[in-house]
C-alpha cells in the first residue's frame, strides 16, 4: 500500500512526490533532519525534535519554512493518514533548489519532506533482551557532528562494517575515545555509575540521550559526561545506546569481547523501562 508523504505544502501518494534534481540536499548533502518515533499512535519527545531542527537550521543559516505549531500538525496528519501505531517519522528540510554553485543561493525556497516509516513492535524489539553487538572503528566524520545533516555516508558505511564482521553497529573512536555509534549515543556503566561522553561538536546532541540522562538523575544514578576509551568499554560492567528509534539499547560485546557478563545488564534495562514508561505519559 502507498504511503502518504509530505512535500512543500501537499500530502500526496509516495509515487508522485518530487523533489528537483537541483535540490542542495541532493547536490551537496545541504539539508538537515529529525526522526521522532511514534508509539500508541503518538509521538515521543517532539518538542526535544522541534527544538534541535531549529538549531540545526540556525547553524547553517538556513530559513525554517513551517512554524512548530505547522509541524507538530503535519506529523500527526500523517501519522493518522498512515494509521502509525508504532513507528517513525522522517523529516528533512534542506536549502531548496538553486543552480549549482557552492555559495548558499540567496533566493533559494527550503525543501521540506515528511514520510513515515510503520514499524510494529518497535517498543519490543527483540534485541533488547539479547543485546548488540558492536565493533570500534576510527571516526572519519566530519567536524560538525552536532549539526543533524544528511550527510551520513561514513555512518552507513560503518554499519556495513559492522555488518561485515558479523555485528549489529559500529563505535566510533577519535584520539583514543569513543565518540558514538553510527546512529545512537554510547554508554557504558562502571558499578553504580553512568558514562558517556560528554557535548560539543564531536557527537550528535541526543535527545534521547538527554532524557535518559535526566531519569538517571532523577533516579539517583550517578552520571559522568566525559571521554572514555574502548578498553574501559571492555572492562565495564555494562554498555547501552540511545536513539530516538532504538530507546535505550544493550551492547553485550565489542571487538569481540563480552562487556560484562555478556548479557543485558538490570541498569540498562531499567533506564529503558524508565525511558519508555515516562516518553509514553508524555507523548503528543
Ligand atoms: N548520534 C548520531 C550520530 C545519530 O545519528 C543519532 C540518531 N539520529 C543519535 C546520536 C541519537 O540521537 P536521538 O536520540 O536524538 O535520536
Known sequence: MSRT????????PEEEAKVSVFDRGFLFADGVYEVTSV???????????AKRLKRSLD???????VTEEEL??????????????EGLVYLQITRG??????????????????????????????????????????DQRWGRRDIKTVQLLYPSMGKMMAKAAGCD???????????????????IVKGKTIVTRHLGTEILHGITRAAVLRF???????????????????????????????FVMPVVEIDG??????????????????YLDEMRKAAV
Open 257 to 274: 569481547q563480552a562487556i560484562g557478563a555478556g548479557a543485558p545488564g538490570p541498569v540498562t534495562a531499567r533506564l529503558r523501562e524508565i
Open 169 to 187: 553497529d559500529a563505535w566510533m573512536v577519535e584520539d583514543g575515545a569513543v565518540t558514538e555509534g553510527t546512529s545512537n549515543n554510547a554508554y
Open 216 to 246: 538517571a538523575r532523577e533516579a539517583q544514578m550517578t552520571v559522568e559526561e566525559r571521554p572514555f576509551t574502548v578498553d574501559e568499554a571492555k572492562a565495564a560492567d555494562e554498555a547501552f545506546i540511545t536513539s530516538a528509534s532504538a
Open 59 to 65: 547553524e547553517l543559516q538556513m530559513a525554517n519554512p
Open 5 to 12: 508523504v509530505y512535500v512543500n505544502g501537499e500530502y500526496l
Open 97 to 138: 533548489a538553486a543552480d549549482r554553485d557552492f555559495a548558499f543561493p540567496k533566493d533559494a525556497t527550503p525543501t521540506i519532506v515528511l514520510f513515515t516509516q510503520a514499524k510494529p513492535g518497535l517498543a519490543d524489539s527483540p534485541m533488547a533482551k539479547t543485546g548488540m553487538k558492536v565493533i570500534s572503528i576510527e
Open 39 to 49: 508509539l500508541g499512535g503518538k509521538l515521543i519527545d517532539f518538542a526535544g525534535h
Open 72 to 85: 507538530l500538525e503535519i506529523h500527526r496528519q500523517l501519522v493518522a493518514r498512515n494509521g502509525i501505531e
